[in-house]
């Protein structure tokens, strides 16, 4: 079964302008609080395990192995301990994006081989209030490496 993880961003990790010389927002997560100031986390459903299925921060991952990317910390969601239909969001804080100009969107996500994670997703949403109601799909991304767009490695 699919648990869809949703990052609500009225901007998230390495939202640029075109050109992409301003950085609007870059998170690595190094505070040990989580989450960063101004960001949410909130878990959409709830199923038999209610303290499952949340983001957290971690600094390396166990199963499978995986270290941060930039910086101390990794905003992690554990789709294999959480329940099937499990949905949660991370978001950021609010950006002002109506200047007009184009914006890009980046992000590192891990992603392995590991067969539970075949249809569960991260999807990017965007909004003008800081919950999903109403909120924009920008896009969206399976866990498994297997799927679309494949990768030839875990990573």
Do not use: C
């Amino acid at each position: 079964m699919k648990k869809i993880l949703k990052l609500l961003s009225f901007a998230l990790i390495g939202f640029t302008t075109q050109g992409f010389s301003q950085v609007l927002l870059n998170e690595s997560f190094d505070d040990t609080s989580f989450v960063p100031a101004g960001w949410y986390k909130a878990k959409i459903n709830f199923t038999n395990f209610p303290n499952r299925g949340q983001w957290q921060r971690i600094t390396e991952g166990t199963n499978p192995v995986v270290t941060p990317h930039s910086g101390a910390g990794i905003a992690s969601f554990d789709s294999r301990s959480s329940d099937n239909g499990t949905i949660s969001e991370l978001g950021t804080p609010a950006l002002d994006l109506s200047t007009g100009v184009s914006y890009r969107l980046r992000y590192w996500i891990y992603r392995g081989d590991n067969a539970s994670q075949g249809t569960d997703l991260l999807e990017v949403y965007i909004n003008t209030q800081q919950n999903i109601t109403n909120a924009y799909k920008l896009g969206g991304q399976f866990i498994s490496r297997l799927k679309t767009p494949a990768e030839a490695i875990n990573g």
